[in-house]
């Protein structure tokens, strides 16, 4: 493990045994359960279902999104050439209307033509939170979520590196379908699928450049993460363009395996009118979009090639 | 018509044209839409959907939810033998947590006898209000939603008037579809259904004994009402306890038409060691429960007859 | 100890070490901080302030607010003349607009009379609970808070028992000054003072009839509690009513003092056009506002008697 | 006016009669008033307070704040030498825990040097809003507040542009005193002072690139807006660093004044370990934090000098 600050013992967090709460949409109420060992979703009221047909909601409901660009050693090596892309971790944000649950629709507009995905995993924080060291970073954490922190690429050029249209934009953080305690995420091992074929893979113990407590401390230096705040913990190399009707899905061993469907919708009506930056296909564009293909394992680039194949 | 504090002209949440406003889940997200003239539910993000098989989320998201006891003639007069319940209009509450969207699953626990339905029309609040006339609520009116009250009639004895638990248990509010502004409230009629069979009916313009705007400057007296706060408008007469399988509508017309079915559920744990008020079956619990049927039109009761032989 | 369901072993949440965290406001933003052994409280970003001078908000923000109508023997005793109100525990609601700081205005309108004080402590959920045992729900309780359940009794005679004018209004929940973990609440005393005078005492442990875990569990059994939910457990003997310019403090040994000054405000606009039900002084609403004076220790009456006398 | 696609008629939101509404903390309360044309503030409940005295909370509670970089043509020319910094506005976001009142503390921490002051004014959503035109835009703007969107610059080089630690640092909000409607924005003039001495100023109209309805149906195209979102429209030129005990204030004609006082607190636990980015002072740093001189008017700059020398 080469993340900052390794910890002394095992926090409360890690150590079993496994609790996997989701939230669930039951003919127009939510409700919370806990999955038991079958594999069924037992509903605190009493109420068992399959798991597998239920209508997902996001596990999480946070007042800010805050996201690492990079923390993963493959995607430094990747985009920068090197294993650690910056002395220190850096970040952005997406607004809580890109929340999406388990098996959602990624919403991609008719303008633009590249929709990256990035499997990742969350941190949903437990408590307020400020100035804090990582020892303590630790005791304010809720849990741990798949996620997919999918981009609109084709807003590269725009907002000086805010990524706000990029990330931030309807649907483009599906999450689930579960929040989990209890499991080490050191040991555990990242797969983004897509159309069932792994695109991305990362051992999470063997790449992770900062963990969670490290990136926890850092933010709340100077702000302030609230109860049920998430942060999203950056990915692996080879985020790529995916297409309407490709069935895009984030795995964290130990913890589940969210999906999501690329589903097109027409361009906004603004759009005709000519307001605002338009879907573009530069160079920078096609650099993020597209990936640095000499430095990404061939498996992962024909998985993606045989997926896209299937798909046409 | 009788309501108090009659409007000089139509205040402009009454005045059209129409607009609906629904909340969808569309795989994992929610989505708000608009009505077009033929049915169809259009996102704001251009896509159209069958509104007929979208999955519904409640329209509201409120801070609190405040109940009219009685505010239609039929009911006091069902309930008391006179036209007028009492000099002015008195209230209860719901928990947030009872809120469920059209097409729900209205629950009844295993140890309960007596879920009585009660077809109403929501106010949702626009604005932050307190201390204004009622000439001054007309504009601090959002719009209007058709509602079920459901209630839990076997915890009457307990409580003590609040009902928190007859009418505030989880699921007990089915809201919806949409949200509806530009309808003359006063000119439509509410009927509630069980499995298609007309159960309740009232012309609310006839029957109102207190309007909107008289119980939102009533209560503003003393309670802050926030932006998104639900009041509950009342009853007409004729609640009465429906059973699993069945399907419960309530329908204002030029508003829409809200369902539930009925859904067993196991009685809870705590309830096996004796913890809290037991379900009764006493004869107060019976008086509010099954009514008073010699003050009630033949038709509604032949229906609800008809309704649950169908059931059995 | 009477409680209903005693616990095995001290819960998590009543063993030490003591931890107190305090919201405040300092010019226009909001913080929370802890309070170190001096008595001074430290803000998480490292400021310092003296707790005396600080501005409080309270330290909860909760979905819902449920009350218990009586949980203290002496109370029992005083309204009911019987150690023990009803077979189990009753509750009522107020909504959030209802909260009020330490060192709060709690408003009496002009046209009111009977503005009665009751000292309670407040339970603040930790985690989403449905369905669970007393033993599991001391797990849910995220700490304790002082309170004062502040009732305006000219409204005893609306409202059918659900109490929504009487404890409803704004302002009249006082609560904190802190959230506070790490005391054993069954080994403390409750005080209420009007001007520093004691009016209400009560040793938790030996008066209360039904301790948090079973309000918990009992409520639980059909509405789901969420993050932040208070539950008001209820208040011992002499409640009775206080006047403009008088400080009323509610202090729970071990978890502080919360306090509030009793404010003058004008009648509500409508109350003048003859809008809902005004306030009354009639024979029930004096016998709960000026309770039962034989049943109740002669201290208690003594000194609210001086102290009315102090504000005069 | 050369903002883009100016309007036929003047929006509503612009439309007298002038309403300006506050939320102030009445011991330990908060309550929302009316100001009257004596510049009192009448809270809804009746009680009229000096406002000047008052304890003002933030008058928004935004699920989401967005922020535009450059809208303004004189800050246009100062940072990139042309009246237009790109074709199309850009935009980074800021968490709500940043959020501070009228008369707040502005936290400037002990191991930064550059805290920057941006006047502005901020743009509040009244309803969800996804995919509208800029004609359609106006309608859901709910009113307009002064506001310094305060930027804490020695993190320039860090967060690769998306900002989050320059601009979302606790307190870096000041926001209010109010929220006004009725007011024409476009006759309006921003003005911020230092001490009291004006160092930045503009007149809306004449140098607005894009109007909020531009921005406003921009963002829409792919982020759907919800009631209470916060839009901040950019700073004019001039923007600098300022010092602990100065007071910043930024004031809009016809909207209102909101102030702050710059105060000083330690750097954070975390920095003396060695986590995070560390306050740097870099030319790029330096680039920002000090602007460009050359192309400001002499007399915010001997302002500027003078207000300092005054605090030194």
Redesign the interface.
Known sequence: MNF??SFKELPAVMCGPRVE?RRV?????A??GTMDDDGRLRL????VLDAEGA????PVNP??I?AV?ISYSSRSFETRNKARP????????K???????????I?K?ADCKYLNYEGEYAVVISR???????DEAWDCIEGFCPALDMG?QDFRD????????VK????LL?I?PGIVRGVNLFEQTLRTYVNGLVVQEAHIGEETIWGPH?VI????????L??GDVILMGTPCHSRSVDPGQVVECEITGLGRVS??V?A??A????A?G???APTDSPEVRRVALGFDERVPDRFKDNLRQAKEATR
């Open positions: 900052e600050f709460r949409l039951v003919g127009g109420s409700f919370w605190d009221d009493g109420r209508t997902y909601l996001p007042s800010k805050i660009h910056t002395e220190t971790p850096t970040y952005f944000t607004p809580a209307t890109a929340l999406n649950g388990h098996k959602g629709q919403l507009p307020t939170c400020r100035n804090v060291t990582p609109l725009t907002d000086q590196g805010s990524m706000l249209r931030g934009a309807d649907t599906p689930g490290y401390a850092d933010i709340a230096r100077h702000i302030t609230l109860p999501g469907t589903t919708i027409d906004p009506r603004a759009a009118l307001v605002g930056h």
